[in-house]
């Protein structure tokens, strides 16, 4: 089950606390059979802490920009008042297989009501993502980041995703208001966060 702990300490010295780890393996349903006996052999991925920053400690607002994989540049700005749901993530990731079902589940209740889904792929081409994305039905957009770096970097800056897969909550203003670092365990812990995203008013 995941720990969940509310933080008032401002991001800046979240930020400075760690240095990233983005953990390789290589791409089989397998391995993801495997993260869920829970072995973890050849695989170092984040435990499930969730993490709450309070509205008045958030910091900035994050500013990223990249291009989809179809090559449609997206940035920060075109998410401006809405809440934002970021996934990082890659095919060949055990824990980012398990999990795509509850994300996608989760993308199509709020599709519409001002909530935003937007993956970040960390290493792949073009193809290996689309294929996948085909294999586990996500319909939602991800940037390609594996080039540039440039989104990863802008998270970076603030709060590190530190393991992959992190998902982050991004309140109506741009800033983060939560990270799960590994894989949800179910759709209910993000749904919560979406929701109370959803219903700030500062």
Excluded: H
């Amino acid at each position: 089950m995941n720990r969940r702990s509310r933080f008032l300490v401002p991001l800046a010295a979240v930020a400075a606390s760690a240095a990233l780890v983005l953990s390789g393996c290589t791409s089989s349903d397998g391995l993801a059979s495997q993260y869920r006996a829970g072995t973890g052999q050849n695989y170092i991925a984040g435990d499930g802490t969730v993490t709450e920053f309070a509205a008045g400690s958030r910091g900035a607002a994050v500013d990223f920009s990249g291009k989809l994989a179809d090559g449609t540049p997206v940035s920060s700005k075109d998410y401006a008042g809405d809440v934002l749901v970021v996934n990082f993530w890659y095919a060949g990731c055990p824990p980012c297989r398990v999990e795509a079902p509850f994300l996608e589940s989760l993308y199509q209740k709020y599709k519409g009501d001002g909530v935003d889904f937007l993956g970040v792929n960390l290493y792949d081409t073009e193809s290996t993502a689309a294929s996948f994305e085909k294999d586990k039905g996500v319909t939602y957009p991800s940037v390609l980041d594996r080039d540039t770096g440039s989104v990863l970097l802008a998270f970076s800056k603030t709060v590190p995703p530190k393991a992959t897969p992190t998902t982050l909550v991004i309140d109506k203003k741009g800033r983060v208001a939560a990270r799960i670092l590994g894989a949800l365990p179910d759709a209910s812990t993000l749904n919560s966060l979406i929701s109370d995203a959803i219903a700030e008013t500062n």
